[in-house]
């Protein structure tokens, strides 16, 4: 007797990853931070490898029968460590979030000062943003961008560096356009004795492909997502120096989590060794490439375009020139299959639940083939959409053009489902 399939035991959440499968491959995915993983990366996260625990680290585990684990662990740390050029990796962190907690952890005691940049300029809510534990448990100062150029305000973070003297100070952003220059901030946390932890969870892709300065060899630790351009599973990851790994190690586990997600580690060592080729350099190159095409594009169509331009694989517009906010151009955007989020601007005169800009992101179209004519076919979408964003005809028709688009260009990993 066979086993029966998820579409006979559960017809409900089937249908629903169907729907989804047919939503990722008919719209246009613009969320800065999402991407589509191939079809070898769902497979490993797919896989019964999700069946075992093993709490520890390789050779060290705290169950037996961990021989296939313990070398799809050493093949994604090694890896991990050869495209970044790290002394050492820890591949255990759920996601984003909990890696960066776990830097603080092992570096800090709680009430230390950390130096993070400000959620509203750009940076992470684990930057030591109020409303987060890293804001809560230790004493935050947050900097921001100068408000002219839209870029980070790195005497800013010097003043206050010099002033606070933080115990680290934290560099990276969630909705940052620009090169960010890590190298400078290594300079502050010397000056005033602070470790360095950059978090490239939304470059990460771009670091692997040489298309973002790496922040490897000048952070105390690198934090990261593997989900974001880094084109993985979704999970987390931290790279450190030798004198670190130790403490971090130790603050992953047993400090903050127990039994890794070995079904993700394997997804993750795939997603390492694609970001090894130069196919994957030529990918990076070309996000960078599309998202100054698209910056040039929407500025074409009177918005207003965060800093001028893009350095990576995010555009982060203001809407408001064109008479329309965030939320509701955010909305009327989903309609017409064009999906990104409202997001504030820097010094935004706005409320964060209607704020002035959409934040944009080029990974995941340029994942399925897209190149610089397509992003200025979107930005032409986008200024048809705030023009009208009310009238469900255009927005009906837009998003049938957009399906006859997407059609074009087949997605990695979709054509498993459906
Ligand atoms: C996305 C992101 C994170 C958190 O990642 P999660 O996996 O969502 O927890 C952390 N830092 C930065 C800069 C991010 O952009």
Not at 197 to 204: G, P, R
Not at 389 to 400: Q, V
Request: with cysteine.
């Amino acid at each position: 007797m066979t086993e029966p399939s998820l579409h006979e035991t559960d017809p409900e959440i089937h249908r629903l990853i169907d729907a989804e499968a047919t939503r990722q491959r008919e719209q246009i995915r613009l969320i800065a931070s999402e991407n589509y993983v191939s079809r070898a990366v769902l497979e490993a996260t797919g896989s019964v490898l999700t069946n075992k625990y093993s709490e520890g680290y390789p050779g060290r585990r705290y169950y037996e029968g961990q021989v296939n684990i313990d070398a799809i662990e050493r093949l994604a740390a090694d890896r991990a460590c050869a495209l970044f050029g790290a002394d050492h990796a820890n591949v255990q962190p759920y996601s984003g979030s909990p890696a960066n907690l776990a830097v603080y952890t092992a570096l800090l005691e709680p009430g230390d000062t950390i130096l993070g940049m400000s959620l509203t300029a750009g940076g992470h809510l684990t930057h030591g943003w109020k409303v987060s534990a890293t804001g809560r448990f230790w004493n935050a100062v947050q900097y921001g961008v100068c408000r002219d150029t839209g870029l980070i305000d790195y005497d800013e973070v010097q003043r206050l560096a010099r002033e606070h003297r933080p115990r680290i100070i934290v560099c990276g952003a969630t909705a940052y356009p620009r090169t960010i220059d890590f190298p400078r901030f290594r300079a502050i946390a010397d000056e005033v004795g602070a470790f360095l932890l950059a978090d490239m969870a939304h470059i990460a892709g771009l670091v692997a492909g040489g298309a973002h300065p790496s922040p490897v060899p000048v952070a105390d630790v690198v934090s990261t997502t593997t989900h974001k351009t880094l084109r993985g599973p979704r999970g987390g990851m931290l790279l450190c120096k030798e004198a670190h790994k130790k403490a971090i190690d130790r603050a992953v586990f047993p400090g903050l989590q127990g039994g890794p997600h070995n079904h993700t580690t394997a997804a993750l060592a795939v997603a390492l060794t694609e970001a090894s080729t130069q196919a994957f350099r030529d990918y990076s190159a070309q996000i960078v490439a599309n998202s100054r095409a698209f910056a040039r594009a929407l500025e074409a169509e009177g918005f207003g375009v965060v800093t001028g331009g893009s350095d990576n694989h995010l555009v982060l517009i203001d809407a408001t020139p064109r008479g329309i906010t965030g939320k509701p151009l955010a909305k009327a955007m989903a309609r017409a299959g064009l999906v990104a989020n409202y997001n504030n601007i820097p010094f935004d005169p706005r409320p964060p639940m209607d704020p002035s800009g959409v934040r944009l992101g080029t990974a995941a179209v340029t994942s399925r083939g897209f190149r610089e004519g397509e992003l200025e076919q979107v930005a032409r979408w986008m200024g048809a959409v705030a023009g009208a964003p009310d009238d469900t005809t255009t927005l009906e028709r837009i998003a049938a053009e957009v399906r006859d688009l997407c059609a074009g260009f087949p997605a990695p990993g979709l054509h498993t489902s459906a």
